[in-house]
């Protein structure tokens, strides 16, 4: 039901532009979505997860953040407690 509607939050901490080029989401299905445009100095984007593109599952998950070099920047794991439809899931 949620398939199409859910989306993830990147955030940018650091004083300088992040370029998406070449960065990419991954589940624990390694299913792969390419990331693409910038994030401004301390602010976020949401990339929002078309239907088919890489799926939330709602029994529970692991989304990675993968650098172009290939190495994981970034994990996070949610049970199937925090997946409820129409939960936000916040991570720090």
């Given at each position: 039901?949620?398939?199409?509607?859910?989306?993830?939050?990147?955030?940018?901490?650091?004083?300088?532009?992040?370029?998406?080029?070449?960065?990419?989401?991954?589940?624990?299905?390694?299913?792969q979505?390419?990331?693409?445009?910038?994030?401004?100095?301390?602010?976020?984007?949401?990339?929002?997860?078309?239907?088919?593109?890489?799926?939330?599952?709602?029994?529970?998950?692991?989304?990675?953040?993968?650098?172009?070099?290939?190495n994981?920047?970034?994990?996070?794991?949610?049970?199937?407690?925090?997946?409820?439809?129409?939960?936000?899931?916040?991570?720090?």
């Amino acid at each position: 039901p949620d398939e199409g509607q859910e989306s993830i939050t990147l955030g940018n901490g650091s004083g300088s532009e992040a370029d998406l080029s070449g960065w990419r989401l991954r589940d624990a299905a390694n299913n792969q979505l390419s990331l693409t445009g910038v994030v401004p100095p301390g602010h976020t984007r949401s990339v929002r997860l078309e239907a088919g593109e890489i799926p939330l599952n709602n029994n529970g998950d692991t989304i990675e953040l993968i650098h172009p070099s290939g190495n994981v920047v970034h994990r996070v794991t949610y049970s199937k407690q925090q997946a409820r439809s129409g939960r936000f899931v916040t991570f720090p």
